[in-house]
């Protein structure tokens, strides 16, 4: 059988799940971030420098992780592609985060991307990871229990499809892209222009209100926290190469003068 899918049973149960983005192509950091305790993950390959076989060790990476609570991997292809979705469902990804769908039309295309026929387009893999090296019989005729679709909405006129992106089967929630969503409004560089928030979260209630999990990627604590209220069901609420940038700047400023030269010392 194939391995339960704890954030989709806690969206299907409308728990809220608090996410870590990471771009960072390294099983390593992977793990370590793993540990921290997020309820999942995300593993960007869009704007990030990785691929698949670095998203397979990140997967084995996040499985091996000591965690304080159980953290479930979604994976972010760099594309609504039916190819790339075949290769990271087969390593095992049971959680895709697809960017770019304007429309049901491009929803259900992914949504054929992730079923086997006659119920989708899904290629057949004999011995891929995903069903234990074959050794899961049952992994075909189950599979879709498991899996779980997230697609992107991150431009105003995407924003206009959401009950039509939320009434196709198949898609279990809706993200909301506030960066590119800021550039489709006329507002490139401004996520947080009071115009663009409006905007989110009108689409956040409308997202709840057609019965599909909302979710965003939020570094603001203030921000993320009203999109919660607001009945946001997966948040993203930091980043790795955030978190690292800002403590490295923050250390560095520490020991500069005002000049902006390091501060010499004898250790």
């Known amino acids: 059988m194939p391995t339960p899918n704890l954030f989709k049973k806690a969206m299907a149960a409308g728990q809220a799940q608090i996410g870590l983005w990471s771009a960072f192509p390294s099983p390593y950091i992977t793990e370590l971030l793993t540990g921290s305790g997020y309820d999942w993950i995300m593993l960007d390959t869009e704007h990030s420098p990785n691929d698949v076989p670095q998203v397979l060790q990140q997967l084995q990476a996040v499985e091996a992780a000591l965690q304080p609570r159980p953290t479930s991997a979604v994976v972010r292809p ?6 790339l979705i075949k290769r990271y469902l087969d390593i095992g990804a049971q959680t895709l985060l697809i960017p770019f769908v304007q429309n049901a039309d491009e929803a259900r295309a992914a949504v054929q991307a992730m079923r086997y026929a006659p119920k989708g387009i899904r290629g057949m893999g004999g011995s891929m990871r995903a069903s234990n090296f074959g050794r899961d019989m049952q992994y075909v005729d189950d599979a879709d229990k498991e899996l779980c679709l997230l697609v992107q909405v991150e431009t105003a006129q995407a924003l206009d499809q959401i009950e039509a992106i939320a009434a196709v089967d198949g898609v279990d ?7 590119d969503l800021s550039a489709s409004m006329g507002y490139p560089g401004q996520p947080r222009h009071p115009v663009v928030n409006a905007a989110i979260n009108d689409a956040i209630t409308r997202i709840r209100a057609a019965g599909k999990a909302p979710g965003i990627l939020m570094v603001d604590e203030a921000r993320a926290r009203e999109c919660l209220a607001l009945g946001a069901q997966f948040v993203a609420v930091s980043m790795d190469l955030i978190l690292l940038r800002t403590a490295a700047d923050a250390v560095a400023a520490k020991f500069k003068d005002s000049s902006g030269q390091v501060v010499q010392t004898a250790y």
């Open 78 to 83: 760099a594309w609504n592609d039916p190819v």
């Open 173 to 179: 929630g809706i993200f909301i892209g506030p960066a």
